[in-house]
């Protein structure tokens, strides 16, 4: 079952001062578990060694130091729901080079923005976003996947954000706003690259 899709249900801590550990309820996500515990999601994987988003039920994880508690969660949407929430939040915005406010937006400047308001940080420019999380293949794609495309010639020079069914939100500066296009377009099906999930 894919955890990106679960529901938030309660969060259960348990541990010693030195080490917490988390076992893994019915809903929980590596989003919201890295939340609950003030950690980056890719911290979260890297302190348990995982390299799939997918949690298993009664599954323990290694939260870092801290003591024990049990904290309660409100219900949240499922992923998908989520992140084209947040992805459509920011459409319409002006395109800017290197801009990063709700005054212009570049197509990393438009990624982070809609991941920072999912509590997730991610790094500044595409090229940097493109070593974050890990890798997955075109035809595994899930909703808040990043994606990237060669638009200059030379190598990864555009980042979008995965929606579903094709279609990926992204900072256009050939229409000059934010929006939302798909990879049956031409253009983009011949200069993607990859994808990254960093959720």
């Known amino acids: 079952m894919n955890a990106f899709r679960m529901f938030l249900t309660v969060v259960a801590l348990s541990g010693s001062a030195a080490a917490a550990t988390y076992t893994v309820r019915a809903g929980d996500t590596i989003s919201s578990v890295a939340q609950r515990n003030n950690l980056q999601p890719q911290k979260l994987m890297q302190l348990n060694g995982l390299n799939t988003s997918t949690l298993q039920i009664g599954q323990k994880l290694n939260v870092g130091t801290g003591g024990s508690k ?8 499922g992923g998908n729901t989520t992140i084209r929430t947040a992805a459509l939040r920011f459409l319409g915005i002006r395109y800017a080079a290197g801009g990063s406010s709700n005054w212009g937006l570049d197509c990393s400047g438009y990624t982070q923005a809609v991941y920072r308001s999912m509590g997730v940080s991610l790094p500044r420019t595409a090229a940097s976003q493109f ?14 996947d990043l994606m990237f495309f060669n638009t200059m010639g030379r190598g990864v020079s ?22 939302i296009d798909n990879l049956s ?3 983009w099906s011949s200069r993607y690259i990859g994808a990254r999930r960093v959720m």
């Not at 980042?159 to 990926?168: E, P, Q, R």
Request: aromatic share 12%; charged share 5%; glycine share 12%.
């Open 70 to 77: 049990a904290v309660a969660a409100a219900p949240t949407s």
């Open 131 to 144: 070593r974050s999380g890990y890798a997955v293949g075109r035809s595994n794609l899930q909703a808040g």
């Open 158 to 179: 555009h980042v979008a954000i995965y929606l579903g069914n094709g279609s990926f939100a992204n900072a256009n500066s050939y229409y000059g706003r934010t929006m």
């Open 185 to 187: 377009n031409p253009y």
